[in-house]
């Protein structure tokens, strides 16, 4: 049997991913958040989570595209919360990951509009890169985070909200319901007793080695 290579995979039609992206680029938003969401439901059962956050969050840019605003909030909501718990996950093999994770959620979460979310997610990324670099400053680390912050969706207030097909938004409640009811940590609660043990503030050595930071 021939095994297919990375390139096969990623092109070939039946793969949502590429799915997905060829409808976005033809314009066929509707098509392609049906691919998003069956692509992010995927990643969810193989927790996959960060492939499952690109995937929720490109299909709340399509919505956005199309003047869906609110389900597009929840979608970039759902997508930040992803990249929070992925983040978590990461924090025992790799610092880079989970800092770039809680970066990708801050985005998100100011999409959504959710500045207390950004807010919350800025602190704990403020905190652990200066937990684990001598050299940073909290200020500094903020303000570069800061300058991340995108401005959040907006309807056109000359627009009504577009609405979207049953099945769509039915597609978009089954990746939701995946998510509350256990098939991947739902949770965003941070942990701050567990960042000092990795990074061994209280117990004189790390866990993480230098190939876990650099990583």
Excluded at 75 to 91: D, H, K, P, Q
Excluded at 159 to 167: C, L
Aim: charged share 30%; with cysteine; aromatic share 8%.
């Amino acid at each position: 049997m021939q095994v297919k290579t990375w390139l096969q995979r990623l092109t070939d039609e039946s793969n949502l991913w590429f799915n997905a992206v060829k409808a976005e680029d033809e314009g066929s938003f509707q098509s392609a958040i049906s691919y998003y969401m069956k692509d992010a439901l995927e990643c969810i059962r193989q927790h996959s989570l960060v492939r499952a956050a690109l995937s929720c969050s490109c299909a709340a840019n399509c919505l956005a595209r199309m003047g869906a605003w609110s389900p597009a909030r929840m979608l970039y909501s759902e997508a930040g919360r992803l990249y929070v718990e992925n983040s978590e996950i990461a924090m025992s093999e790799s610092i880079r990951e989970a800092l770039w994770s809680l970066q990708e959620a801050f985005e998100n979460y100011a999409l959504a509009g959710d500045d207390s979310a950004a807010d919350t997610v800025r602190e704990r990324y403020v905190m652990l890169a200066a937990r684990t670099s001598p050299f940073s400053r909290a200020g500094q680390v903020a303000e570069d985070l800061e300058s991340r912050r995108v401005e959040s969706i907006k309807p056109d207030p000359r627009k009504k909200e577009a609405s979207i097909p049953e099945e769509l938004a039915g597609e978009i409640e089954n990746f939701v319901r995946a998510r509350r009811s256990g098939t991947a940590r739902t949770d965003d609660s941070f942990d701050p007793s567990y960042v000092m043990r990795s990074i061994g503030v209280n117990n004189g050595g790390s866990r993480l080695d230098e190939k876990s930071i650099a990583s």
